[in-house]
C-alpha cells in the first residue's frame, strides 16, 4: 500500500475518530485536536501499521494512548505551575521567599502557649507528644487513666485555642493579650 492510499484510508476514519474522541474529552474543540493530533501520528508511522490488520482499531490505539499522555503530561504540569496570575495568601506561606525566621516565631508560640498549660495538663500531655503510653503516664503521676486522658484532650483544646492564629496553616496576625 502507498503512502497516498493510506492516508486516504486514514481520512475516511475521521468522522469515526471525532466521535470515539468525543467520548474521552467531552468537548468538541478538545475531541478535534485529538482526532487531529492521533491522524498526524498514524501519517507520521504509516510504516509501522501492517497492512490486512485492523486499521480503525489501530487508529483507536494511537487516540487512546494521545489522550492518556496529554492527560498525564496536564496533570504533571498542573501540579507544578499555578495558573493565576497572582498567587493567593494562602499560597504564599508556601513561597519560596519563606525563611527560617518565621518558623522561630511560630516555635516561640508554641513554647508560650505550652508554658501557659496548668502543670496538671502540661505533665501529661508533654509525657504523651514524648511518646509515653496513656498507663505508662498514669503510673507516673498515679492518677487513673481516664484522667489522664482527659487532662490531654483539655491541653489540646487550650493549645488549640491559644494557636488559633494558625489554623490551616496560614499564619495570622497575633494580638497581644491583656
Do not use: C
Not at 22 to 39: G, I, K, P, R, S
Request: no cysteine; glycine share 4%.
Amino acid at each position: 500500500m502507498t503512502k497516498i492510499e493510506f492516508n486516504t484510508l486514514v481520512l475516511r476514519q475521521a468522522s469515526s475518530l471525532r466521535s470515539y474522541a468525543l467520548h474521552f474529552t467531552h468537548d468538541a474543540d478538545d475531541a478535534n485536536d485529538l482526532v487531529q493530533d492521533t491522524m498526524l501520528k498514524a501519517i507520521t508511522y504509516y510504516n509501522k501499521f501492517k497492512e490486512g490488520t485492523n486499521l480503525k482499531g489501530w487508529l483507536y490505539t494511537i487516540m487512546k494512548n494521545t489522550f492518556i499522555n496529554n492527560y498525564r503530561r496536564v496533570v504533571k504540569m498542573s501540579t507544578f505551575v499555578t495558573k493565576s496570575d497572582e498567587i493567593s495568601s494562602p499560597n504564599l506561606v508556601f513561597s519560596s521567599t519563606k525563611n527560617q525566621g518565621e518558623a522561630k516565631f511560630v516555635m516561640d508560640d508554641i513554647k508560650r502557649a505550652l508554658d501557659r498549660l496548668p502543670s496538671d495538663y502540661y505533665v501529661p500531655f508533654t509525657m504523651y507528644f514524648e511518646g509515653h503510653k496513656y498507663h505508662e503516664i498514669a503510673d507516673h503521676l498515679d492518677i487513673p487513666i481516664g484522667t489522664v486522658k482527659t487532662r490531654i484532650h483539655v491541653a489540646r483544646k487550650l493549645l488549640k485555642k491559644n494557636l488559633k492564629a494558625y489554623d490551616n496553616g496560614v499564619a495570622k496576625p497575633i494580638f497581644a493579650e491583656n
